[in-house]
C-alpha cells in the first residue's frame, strides 16, 4: 500500500499541477466530469501531461478522479475514500521504458 500512495503522491503532483477540472480536454484527450468507481461517483480533480525528453514529447494525459475535488495533495492523500488516476496514452511505449520511466519516477520524487 506504501508504494501505491508514493505512485499516488507523484502523479498527485502532475495532475494538480495541470489544468483544473472546468478543462476536460488535453493533448486531445478529453475525459469526463465524472466517474463511477466501486459504486462512488468520483469527480475529475485535474489533468496533467507527461513530457519526457529533451524535446518535450508527450507520452501520456493522466486524469485524477476524487471524491472532494482540491488542490491540495496532502487532502487529498488523507482522504479516506476511491480515487481513479486513468493514464491516456498518446505515444506508443514500450513495457520495458514504461517500467524504467516509473523506476525513474519514484526514486526521483517518493524517497521517503
Known amino acids: 500500500m506504501t508504494s501505491m500512495r508514493s505512485l499516488l503522491c507523484a502523479c498527485l503532483i502532475v495532475v494538480t499541477a495541470g489544468t ?5 480536454g488535453c493533448d486531445g484527450v478529453t475525459f469526463p466530469d465524472r466517474e463511477q468507481v466501486e459504486g462512488s461517483t468520483l469527480t475529475l480533480n485535474g489533468l496533467g501531461i507527461r513530457k519526457a525528453t529533451l524535446l518535450k514529447v508527450h507520452v501520456y494525459v493522466a486524469a485524477l478522479y476524487v471524491a472532494q475535488p482540491s ?17 491516456h496514452f498518446v505515444r506508443d511505449v514500450g513495457a520495458k521504458d514504461i517500467t524504467e520511466a516509473w523506476d525513474e519516477g519514484f526514486a526521483n520524487n517518493a524517497k521517503a
Not at 20 to 24: D, F
Not at 71 to 87: K, R, S
Open 20 to 24: 483544473a477540472a472546468q478543462g476536460k
Open 71 to 87: 488542490g491540495d495533495p496532502g487532502v487529498i492523500l488523507a482522504a479516506n475514500a476511491p480515487t481513479e488516476l486513468i493514464m
